[in-house]
C-alpha cells in the first residue's frame, strides 16, 4: 500500500506522477475565498480563547500546494496584523508542488509525519488521511475480511479473514452491518500519537472526505475505490502480483477515538456545512452581497459560497476538531467568539 501511494516511479503521489496528483481533486480551499476566511477567524479566535500565547505556530500538515495556508494567511492579515506578526507558520508535507509566490514566510518541512516538538500551535490538515495507507475490511459471516484484489482476466476482490477486531471499544451495533465496507488505518494512529506527543498545548482540526458509523448505515453507496498508476495514467489495470488499492474514505469515528484515546479533547466532529455555519458563513454571505463588488463577481462568489455548505456537493467532508492542554475550551467558544469580529471583506 505504501509502495503505491508513495513509490517514486509507480506511486500515486511521486514527483513522476505529479500532473496526476496535481489535478486530480478539487477541494473546498480552492471553491471559495470564503473557506480561508473563515477559518482564519477560527484560528484568530482559539488564539485570543487561550490566553493569547506569545510564541504560537500555525502548522498545515500535507499542505504541500500551499493553497490553503496561503489564503489563511491573506485572510488573517485583514484580521489582525498584531497576530500576525508573532505567528510562525510551518508546512509540513512530502512533497512541495506550489505554483504561487507566497508574500509571507513560510517555513517548509519535508516530511512524512509531525516531527515538531513543546510547541504551542494551532494545526490544520486538509484531505491528508485519506492521502495515508490504509486498509478496506467487510463485515460478513459474523467477523472482517480486508478487501484485496486480484487480477485474473480483470480486477477481482479477494477477501480474507483477520483475527482481530479494528473496532474494539465500540458497540458491535454500531459497525456489524453484513457486507458493509469500512476503512482502517494503523497510519493514521501514528499521526494523531505523533500531532499529540510534539504538541505542549494545541488545537488540532481535520478535513477529509469520510464518513461516521451512522452516515455508513444510513448512505448505500459509501465505499472506496482502486485506482492504480501506469505511464503515468489513471488505469483500472493491475500486475498479477498486486493486492492493493489507494484511496480510502476515512472513518472519522475511528479517528475520534484515536484523538480521544491518546488525550485530547473533542472539540467538534460533523458535517463541512455545520462547521462553517457555524463560524457564520451565512452572514459573510449577507454582508458580501451589500459589498461594492461588481455584481457579475459577486454572484459567482455567492455561488460557491453556497456550493461549500451545500451538502449533495461536499456533505461527505467531515471536520474533526480537538484540543490539548485547555480546559473549559469548547469548539462553541471559539465559534461565539469568531462571530463577534467585524467582517472584513
Do not use: C
Not at 108 to 125: E, G, R
Amino acid at each position: 500500500m505504501d509502495f503505491k501511494l508513495y513509490d517514486s516511479i509507480e506511486g500515486y503521489y511521486s514527483n513522476f506522477n505529479e500532473n496526476l496528483w496535481k489535478s486530480d481533486y478539487f477541494t473546498s480551499p480552492m471553491m471559495s475565498p470564503a473557506f480561508g476566511y473563515l477559518f482564519a477567524r477560527y484560528i484568530y479566535s482559539s488564539w485570543t480563547q487561550i490566553g493569547k500565547p506569545k510564541n504560537y505556530f500555525l502548522v498545515e500538515i500535507g499542505g504541500g500546494g500551499l493553497y490553503f495556508i496561503t489564503n489563511i494567511i491573506k485572510e488573517l492579515a485583514k484580521i489582525s496584523n498584531d497576530f500576525l506578526d508573532i505567528l510562525k507558520v510551518l508546512v509540513i508535507d512530502r512533497n512541495f508542488y506550489n505554483t504561487i509566490d507566497p508574500e509571507y514566510h513560510l517555513n517548509l518541512i519535508k516530511s512524512n509525519t509531525f516531527n515538531l516538538k513543546n510547541i504551542d500551535a494551532f494545526v490544520i490538515s486538509n484531505e491528508l488521511y485519506d492521502a495515508m495507507p490504509f486498509k478496506r475490511l467487510i463485515y460478513k459471516d459474523n467477523g472482517f475480511f480486508e478487501i484485496l484484489f486480484k487480477h485474473d482476466k480483470g480486477i477481482k476482490e479477494k477477501h480474507e479473514a483477520i483475527d482481530f477486531n479494528p473496532f474494539l471499544g465500540f458497540n458491535s451495533s454500531v459497525y456489524a452491518f453484513e457486507d458493509k465496507i469500512y476503512s482502517y488505518s494503523h497510519s493514521h494512529n501514528k499521526l494523531v500519537k505523533d500531532i499529540y506527543n510534539g504538541l505542549n498545548s494545541g488545537i488540532v482540526v481535520s478535513i477529509d472526505y469520510g464518513y461516521t458509523f451512522d452516515q455508513l448505515y444510513e448512505k448505500n453507496n459509501i465505499h472506496t475505490d482502486a485506482r492504480i498508476i501506469r505511464n503515468q495514467n489513471i488505469t483500472d489495470d493491475i500486475y498479477a502480483e498486486d493486492l492493493v488499492d489507494i484511496s480510502s474514505f476515512v472513518n472519522f469515528d475511528l479517528l475520534e477515538k484515536y484523538h480521544l484515546d491518546i488525550g485530547f479533547n473533542k472539540l467538534f466532529l460533523g458535517k463541512q456545512s455545520d462547521f462553517l455555519t457555524d463560524l457564520g458563513i451565512h452572514s459573510y454571505a449577507k454582508n458580501y452581497y451589500n459589498s461594492d463588488e461588481k455584481i457579475g463577481v459577486k454572484s459567482k462568489n455567492l455561488r460557491t459560497m453556497q456550493d461549500l455548505i451545500d451538502d449533495d456537493i461536499f456533505g461527505d467532508y467531515l471536520i474533526l476538531g480537538a484540543s490539548k492542554g485547555f480546559k473549559g475550551l469548547s469548539h462553541k467558544t471559539i465559534s461565539d467568539y469568531s462571530n463577534k469580529i467585524e467582517y472584513i471583506l
